[in-house]
């Protein structure tokens, strides 16, 4: 049984910075992918980044070279540092973990932050 509760979004003028932050209950995060998504009014759910037990990370193309994600796994969290936010990042951000090969348990979602940047 995991919970993850997001927090750290808000308003953000373009250009702006934020960091999000994902704190998860249980015993499985240090082992567990995480990721963000962010889901746009209108769109769907997209990736944003994702990084792996083992530190290696992934991001949408749209977000490279503004936004890291990192985590601290004796935290139980996981962040996504945004810099040189546009317009085009308002949305609701949401925070996932995906357990290991083998695991029982299924993909856990927290509850989304969201995010505005005005221009």
């Known amino acids: 049984q995991v919970q993850l509760v997001e927090s750290g979004g808000g308003l953000v003028q373009a250009g702006g910075s934020l960091r999000l932050s994902c704190v998860a209950s249980g015993s499985i995060f240090s082992i567990s992918a995480m990721g963000w998504y962010r889901q746009a009014p209108g769109k769907q759910r997209e990736l944003v980044a994702v990084?792996?037990?083992?530190?290696?990370?992934n991001y949408a193309d749209s977000v490279k070279g503004r936004f890291t994600i990192f985590r601290d796994n004796a935290k139980n969290t996981v962040y996504l540092q945004m810099n040189s936010m546009k317009p085009e990042d308002t949305g609701v951000y949401y925070c996932n973990l995906e357990p290991p090969p083998g695991s029982d348990d299924p993909d856990y979602w927290g509850q989304g932050t969201r995010v505005t940047v005005s221009t």
């Open positions: 990084i792996l037990g083992g530190g290696s990370t």
